[in-house]
C-alpha cells in the first residue's frame, strides 16, 4: 500500500510529455524520469535515487520530506507552442 508516489493527471494530459523531478530537503535532485505517458514511460516514484551526488543510483532514500516538480509539455492550441506546466509539493517518505 502506498509503495509509489502517484500524481492524478486530467485526461486531457494523459499523452503529453512528462517530467517527474524529486529533490531532497538540501535542493539536490535525487530522482527523474521523463515519458509521454506519467506511469508508464515516465515511472511513479518509488523512494529510490535516481541521481545524485549524495546517494547511490537505486539506493533506497532515508524517511524524510522530499520536494517534487511535474513538468507537463503543453501544446498551446491557439499558438502551436509548446508551454511548461509545473505542478510543485511535497512529499514525505517513510520507511
Known amino acids: 500500500l502506498n509503495d509509489q508516489f502517484e500524481i492524478l493527471l486530467p485526461h486531457n494530459y ?42 547511490t543510483v537505486g539506493e533506497k532514500l532515508p524517511s524524510g520530506t522530499y520536494y517534487y516538480v511535474l513538468t507537463i509539455k503543453v501544446n498551446n492550441p491557439s499558438t502551436g507552442e509548446t508551454e511548461d506546466l509545473d505542478l510543485k509539493g511535497f512529499v514525505e517518505l517513510r520507511r
Open 14 to 55: 494523459e499523452n503529453s510529455q512528462v517530467i517527474l523531478e524529486v529533490f531532497n530537503r538540501w535542493g539536490t535532485r535525487v530522482y527523474k524520469s521523463s515519458g509521454i505517458r506519467y506511469g508508464i514511460d515516465c515511472p511513479f516514484w518509488d523512494g529510490t535515487s535516481t541521481t545524485s551526488n549524495m546517494v
